[in-house]
């Protein structure tokens, strides 16, 4: 089992930043790529970033390059997820996922341990 805990939410204005933290506890972080995926209201859940084990690969969707930044800290088995020059297109709950490979992807079926998530709200 893998536990999964979003933190770092909330209310912001355009233009604003935000930084998510995602801390896991079980099954060995280390050894799992990341993932953080969104889901807004009436909308399908998609994908917004991923990062290998090590870090040293990350990807991220169209819609958040050069914006949000995906980074790791296997010693405080975190994962975070910076983001700048938000939107309101950018409003949603934001969940952390841990994949069953060690490689980054952007495939929802390869997470198999999810979060609650987390509501991020940008405010035009």
């Known amino acids: 089992q893998v536990q999964l805990v979003e933190s770092g939410g909330g209310l912001v204005q355009a233009g604003g930043s935000l930084r998510l933290s995602c801390a896991a506890s079980g099954r060995t972080f280390s050894s799992s790529a990341m993932g953080w995926f969104r889901q807004a209201p009436g909308k399908e859940r998609e994908f917004v970033a991923a990062?290998?084990?090590?870090?040293?690969?990350?990807y991220y969707a169209d819609s958040v390059k050069g914006r949000f930044t995906i980074s790791r800290d296997n010693a405080k088995n975190t994962v975070y997820l910076q983001m700048n020059s938000l939107k309101p297109e950018d409003t949603a709950v934001y969940y952390c996922a841990a994949a069953r490979a060690i490689k980054a992807t952007q495939i929802m079926s390869e997470y198999d341990y999810w979060g609650q998530g987390t509501q991020v709200t940008v405010s035009s």
């Open positions: 990062i290998s084990w090590r870090g040293g690969s990350t």
